[in-house]
């Protein structure tokens, strides 16, 4: 059986302070906080979640904030860098945006396309790529006007503690296409036009440490209910241990980790942020799943601010 990913479904990495977090997604990037709930395996902690104007795969970008918690150490069996995409000819608004706000950044080159790499509060490795490929967000905040505003994931770089098995399975599990090498990366594509490129770094890298300033998971789409049973199917015909399917509220889940350490999971497609908000109320308020409903009150005391604001230099 041979299956095919459309790319990314979300990417999830572990944060410090949530308001920090807020401010630098929402407030610098212009992204729409697409969903403020709780870590439903640890209640006491948020689980944010960024995205586009419609919140649709591909551009989910979530964390756990724990203002807390250890500082980690990026490394193999991660996801090194979080790509944003951006439409064509916006990089030089973002390269000013990013100046404004005292974001140092670097620009790099690979595979003939031109990046804005830098780093999140916390230590998390992002970069900006324009492409045209992928629609507009539909969406803008402050100064982000919807004609330079993040579409979404360009893709990602993996980090992996093994480059060639985590090859094996992008290509053999997961059914992307091998497309080419630039000196240090291999690049694979899945059919769809975000979340699209995903690079594997091939020389070797510490071990990540996971913790703040860390990835934890990358998860990739399955179109529909019965396409996640079949990939459940296919993990395991493959050899991974995976998990049983998770509800996640938002999609189903399940988990494996692939040869190179980093922790794959695949998320459906549907039933998406609409399941219990509006469109229009997409984030505003602390959602919870049913099951924690009971506790509210008790959850919402232990959590921090995380509220989406213009920060002043944008006012
Ligand atoms: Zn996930």
Redo the contacts with the bound molecule.
């Keep these: 059986m041979t299956m095919q990913t459309d790319g990314i479904?979300?990417?999830?990495a572990i944060v410090g302070n949530p308001q920090e977090n807020v401010d630098f997604y929402a407030g610098i990037l212009g992204l729409r906080l697409v969903k403020k709930t709780v870590n439903f395996d640890d209640p006491g902690t948020y689980h944010l979640y960024f995205g586009d104007g419609g919140g649709k795969p591909g551009t989910i970008m979530?964390f756990f904030p724990w203002p807390d918690a250890y500082r980690g150490r990026v490394g193999s069996g991660q996801v090194g860098t979080t790509t944003f995409v951006v439409p064509e000819k916006a990089l030089p608004f973002w390269e000013e945006r990013l100046l404004k706000y005292n974001v140092e950044y670097k620009k790099t080159i690979r595979f003939q396309e031109e990046y804005l790499e830098f780093l999140d509060p916390h230590g998390l490795q992002l970069e900006i790529v324009a492409r045209n490929e992928g629609e507009d967000s539909g969406w803008s905040f402050g100064e982000v006007t919807p004609e330079h505003a993040i579409k979404g994931f360009g893709g990602a770089v993996l980090l992996s503690a093994s480059p060639h098995q985590t090859s094996k399975v992008l290509t053999q599990v997961m059914g992307l296409k091998e497309i080419g090498q630039d000196g240090d990366y291999l690049r694979f594509q899945a059919n769809s036009d975000l979340g699209n490129l995903i690079d594997i770094k091939l020389s070797p890298e510490v071990r990540g440490v996971s913790g703040v300033g860390t990835v934890?998971?990358i998860?990739w789409r399955a179109k529909s209910y019965e396409d996640h049973e079949k990939w459940q199917e296919h993990v395991k015909v493959n050899d991974f241990p995976v998990t049983e399917i998770i509800d996640?509220q938002y999609?189903n889940?399940i988990?494996f980790r692939e040869e190179g350490q980093i922790l794959f999971?695949i998320?459906t497609d549907p039933p998406g942020f609409t399941r219990d908000e509006t469109e229009d109320e997409l984030g505003k308020s602390l959602l919870l799943p049913p099951w924690l409903e009971p506790h509210r009150e008790q959850i919402q005391s232990h959590l921090l601010p995380a509220e989406v604001r213009i920060l002043e230099e944008d006012k």
Aim: proline share 0%.
């Design positions: 479904h979300h990417i999830t979530t934890h998971h998860a996640r999609f889940a988990y999971e998320a």
